[in-house]
């Protein structure tokens, strides 16, 4: 660097340039006129380092705070329309399944959210290098490790801060835009005269950020533009984009991921979807005639509109419907350990949740979630305890199970937030290339969710088992049947594609408090500072426009593709193509689980409502044990003696509470029930308390026991117990194995169960040597069947082999005795044969 210290003891605290000769007082104030002659004062070689290795230090750096959004391009909006063919067994078990052709590809434009943070990171770094942006080869060359760890990144829907094994439950969904997302990161801190009055300060520092922004949106532009590359061009603006509206400097602790008190994500869809039995009998109205009717409106814009023929009637009837998917507050009971459990949850959360008043003090959250309400009408009378009750929404994931906490969520509010049509959008061209868009007048409603924490695939779950009940596919008691916790079966509901879906806002409660500043973008009445001004609310309006262009584009683009529709015809072809081949054919199965869980449900309420302890639910489904044979196959006689002698003796072994928790509980009163959330809060507060096996109901489907015999893996696991205390059914239960599957490598473990009915659950670990578990049912019991990926599957006397690690699989309720022998090898058992351990 071109500096040296004077001679004279007069000026040995100043430091001069070399390039222009001009003394500073401190190494701060020289890299300070270093930065804001912009490299005149160096070599490009030492401009370069300087900028490198000195500003972009670490403890050189500023948190910041940066408000941007991203709209993915056409090719992947519209693959969220692609429908394919699937098997009525996956039909709701997961994302829709994607065309060969639709593999990712940079030359497709933006991809999604993570792509999007990429290139923002990418792009922050070029222009914190002071890189010139005009360079087309510097822009073309991503940043040597640019990377969100490097920059300490996190931004709204990201899952940097997650446990690994929880990654892809929270992962946002594939191919999916952002109205807004804040990213915080580690960038060096803008630069301006510090000889500036106050008022002077503030406005070079609004136009240094401005500055600041520019540049990192036009190298943006430019990067996407090159996504595409030669010879794989794309409809001017269909290529994507990511656009930054602001920056604001934050405290080093702020997370952007973490610190998210609440979401909001929408989904636009065309409104014919909501064209269904209530409209058609209410209004007695043509599908065609129901859009006409619906009138327009956007939240900031709302407008008194006449109930024309009733339409409005009709969508106050589907708002009801949507309050049925949402958490509720009700009045806390003594004796409800759930509500006494969110309560607990409050107490954790509530250093999270407190904010400042306009005047700078620390107040406590309103209530809003899972905070305690006390209402007193009269000062007389006894005080009211409120608390919202959280749901579980595992049924509206691809892999997520009931027993696992991150399922149980609160959803604050499902409601109708826009109608817009494509007339009244500024940002489309009713001609896109090769898509005609038909009818300008075409309504699409914009249906919003709100949440703490949404999961992968949560929300298009929600809107699609919505549009099969308004459109008479289901029965609206499918709701019921699909949060009920005590019916322990998977119910998957519906997914919608991808096309429609976005995250449009992300709340900061406790943080704008202690900031002062305003973090989701909105209209506000305080004097905060942050991202609330005009010109930022009315950008993101333009942008939110050109984000209902682009889903409105790929939405008609099967329109325009498939010459059978008729031009009068309102359903998209991709929309009613998703309908067709795969709502309908979801329906006809979920109709038989609807039917099961009515029949479960009315011999549930049946033991609730009867004098005895002793009914059960299985007593009133299942067929007596004297319906079936008691006979024995020889091939299991021995295994099932073991088991018999073992249970006799009182000798079988207790079970941890973690294990119980993929297991159904009965005690000795069959109307007393411990839900999941108290019984998760027990296995992680104490995980070496064990429950006796015989603390259950003896068979009929209560959690009785479960041990495991053979090797378990790493040095520092202790064997099984059950290796030195039943060492004749340890290798009475090898050779069974070996005779009913001479083939197959024998396994290392078994794992022995006693009358337990489990939840639907994978095996904890991975397969190693194998790839299937093996299993088979012994006893005398009716029911009992297994249920793999909700097909179901006999096992008494009739081993199966199945994928235990990554297929969902649980066991359907029972009458009398029922054990089971599970065979597999999990990872670092590799080369271990449970028979070579048998004396």
Excluded at 10 to 17: E, H, P, R, T, V
Excluded at 87 to 109: C, K, V, W
Excluded at 332 to 359: F, G, H, P, V, W
Excluded at 638 to 662: A, F, G, H, Y
Aim: glycine letters at 6%; one cysteine or more; aromatic letters at 8%.
């Amino acid at each position: 660097m071109k500096a040296s210290k004077p001679s004279t003891s007069s000026a040995k605290k100043q430091i001069i340039c070399k390039g222009c000769k001009e003394p500073f007082p401190s190494k701060n104030a020289i890299f300070r006129h270093l930065r804001l002659s912009a490299g005149k004062c160096l070599t490009p070689e030492e401009y370069d380092d300087f900028m490198k290795y000195v500003v972009n230090r670490e403890e050189n750096c500023e948190k910041i705070a940066v408000l941007y959004g991203y709209i993915p391009s056409d090719k992947y909006l519209r693959q969220g329309c692609e429908v394919h063919k699937q098997s009525l067994s996956s039909l709701g078990s997961g994302d829709l399944q994607n065309s060969d052709d639709d593999t990712p590809s940079s030359h497709h434009g933006l991809r999604d959210g993570e792509h999007a943070a990429q290139l923002l990171l990418e792009a922050i770094q070029i222009v914190s290098l002071g890189k010139d942006i005009e360079n087309e080869e510097i822009i073309k060359k991503s940043p040597n490790s640019c990377s969100s760890k490097l920059f300490k990144a996190n931004r709204s829907y990201g899952c940097n801060t997650r446990q690994y094994e929880i990654v892809n439950h929270l992962a946002q969904d594939s191919y999916t835009g952002a109205l807004n997302e804040v990213m915080s990161l580690k960038t060096p801190p803008l630069i301006f005269n510090e000889n500036f009055s106050e008022e002077e300060k503030n406005i070079s520092q609004k136009v240094a950020v401005e500055q600041w922004i520019s540049k990192v949106n036009k190298v943006l532009r430019q990067k996407i533009s090159y996504l595409v590359g030669q010879g794989h061009s794309l409809e001017t603006g269909s290529e994507g984009q990511v656009k930054v509206f602001g920056r604001i400097s934050v405290p080093k602790k702020f997370n952007a991921e973490s610190n998210v008190s609440h979401r909001r994500i929408d989904y636009l869809l065309p409104a014919d979807f909501l064209y269904g039995p209530v409209a058609e009998a209410s209004l007695g109205k043509t599908m065609e005639e129901f859009c006409e009717l619906i009138p327009s409106f956007h939240p900031d814009h709302i407008v008194e509109h006449d109930n024309k023929e009733g339409v409005l009637t009709v969508l106050y009837k589907l708002k009801k419907l949507m309050q049925k998917f949402c958490s509720h507050v009700v009045e806390r009971e003594t004796t409800d350990a759930d509500a006494l459990l969110e309560n607990k949850i409050k107490s954790q959360s509530d250093k999270n949740n407190e904010e400042s008043d306009n005047k700078g003090r620390v107040t406590k959250k309103p209530f809003t979630d899972e905070n305690s309400l006390n209402k007193t009408k009269d000062n007389s009378k006894k005080e009211k305890d409120y608390v919202l009750k959280r749901r579980r929404y595992h049924n509206f994931t691809p892999k997520m199970m009931a027993h696992e906490y991150l399922s149980y969520r609160r959803l604050d509010r499902f409601f109708h937030r826009a109608t817009v049509r494509v007339n009244e959008l500024k940002s489309i061209s009713v001609d896109v290339g090769l898509q005609t868009i038909r009818d300008g007048s075409r309504p699409f409603a914009v249906l919003s969710l709100k949440g703490d924490l949404f999961l992968n695939g949560q929300v298009r779950a929600i809107i699609g088992l919505y549009i099969a009940i308004i459109r008479g596919l289901i029965h609206e008691d499918i709701v019921d049947c699909i949060f009920d916790e005590e019916y322990a079966n998977l119910v998957p509901a519906p997914v919608l594609p991808t096309t429609g879906q976005y995250a449009a806002a992300a709340w900061y409660i406790g943080w704008e408090g202690k900031l002062k500043a305003t973090l989701c973008p909105r209209k506000c009445d305080t004097n905060f500072a942050g991202w609330n001004t005009p010109e930022i609310l009315l950008t993101l309006r333009n942008f939110e426009e050109q984000m209902h262009s682009s889903i409105i584009r790929a939405w008609s683009f099967r329109d325009e593709v498939d010459a059978n529709v008729e031009n009068n015809e309102y359903t998209s072809q991709s929309g009613s193509k998703w309908i067709n081949t795969y709502l309908v054919p979801w329906s006809e199965r979920a109709k038989e689980q609807l039917d099961n869980y009515r029949k479960w449900k009315k011999a549930r309420d049946f033991v609730d409502e009867s004098n005895s302890t002793s009914l059960t639910v299985a007593a009133r489904l299942l067929p007596p044990l004297d319906s079936i044979s008691s006979n024995v196959p020889k091939l299991y006689q021995k295994v099932l003696e073991c088991l018999r002698d073992i249970n006799s003796s009182n000798l079988w072994p207790s079970t941890t509470p973690k294990r119980l928790l993929v297991m159904v509980s009965s005690g000795d009163d069959a109307k007393k029930r411990t839900s999941l959330a108290v019984a998760h809060m027990k296995a992680r507060s104490n995980t070496e308390e064990r429950v006796s096996a015989y603390s259950y109901r003896e068979g009929e489907g209560g959690a009785s026991g479960s041990f495991s015999v053979g090797a378990m893996p790493g040095s520092q696991c202790g064997q099984p117990k059950g290796n030195k205390l039943f060492p004749e059914l340890m290798k009475a239960a090898f050779a069974l194995e070996i005779a009913l599957y001479p083939d197959r490598e024998p396994s290392s473990t078994i794992a022995v169960n006693r009358n337990a009915q489990f939840r639907p659950h994978v095996d904890n670990g991975a397969g190693a040597g194998q790839s299937t578990s093996l299993i088979v049912a012994l006893g005398t019991f009716t029911g009992g069947e297994l249920m793999v990926e909700g097909e179901k599957k006999c096992i008494r006397y009739t081993p199966l082999q199945f994928n235990g690690w990554t297929q969902r699989h649980w066991t359907l309720p029972f009458r009398g005795e029922r054990y089971s022998l599970v065979w597999f090898t999990p990872k670092g058992c590799e080369g271990i044969r449970g028979i070579d351990l048998c004396a």
